[in-house]
């Protein structure tokens, strides 16, 4: 009986001591990136509840705000995905960042095989600043 408790409130402790190590990527951070229109800007708007990120990305080359879905932290990393809608299409937008203090390096795929996506030409990383 002893084993499964302390088992148990092993694991808990765990949980926890993984959410305080968590980075706090609470708040707002804008990005820069380029492609062959031009420069745009970046908007990521996040809100943490333990390893649960919610939050929004405004894309000004796309503008509008868009949903991030199944926002993950864990540790350092962070990863959620957006859905974009071009024309009647649906695309798929994973993302997947790396935090360092107030800078998060971002990877990005595109599911389908576009951009970033297997035998597609790598997406540009897209450094995030936190907005002061």
Request: net charge neutral; proline share 3%.
């Amino acid at each position: 009986m002893k084993g499964k408790i302390f088992s148990s409130g092993s694991v808990v402790l765990l949980v926890l001591l993984a959410s305080a190590w968590a980075a706090d990527v609470t708040g707002k951070w804008i990005g820069r990136s380029s492609s062959e229109q031009g420069d745009f800007e970046i908007t990521l708007v996040f809100k943490v509840d333990g390893t649960k990120v919610t939050g929004t990305l405004d894309n000004s080359q796309m503008p509008g705000e868009v949903v991030i879905n199944e926002g993950k932290l864990n540790g350092d990393e962070l990863s959620f995905f957006i859905v974009r809608k071009m024309g009647e299409t649906e695309m798929k937008v994973v993302w997947k960042g790396k935090i360092a203090g107030d800078e998060i390096r971002f990877t990005r795929e595109i599911q389908g095989g576009m951009m970033g996506g297997p035998g597609a030409p790598a997406a540009p990383e897209i450094i995030a600043k936190r907005a002061k």
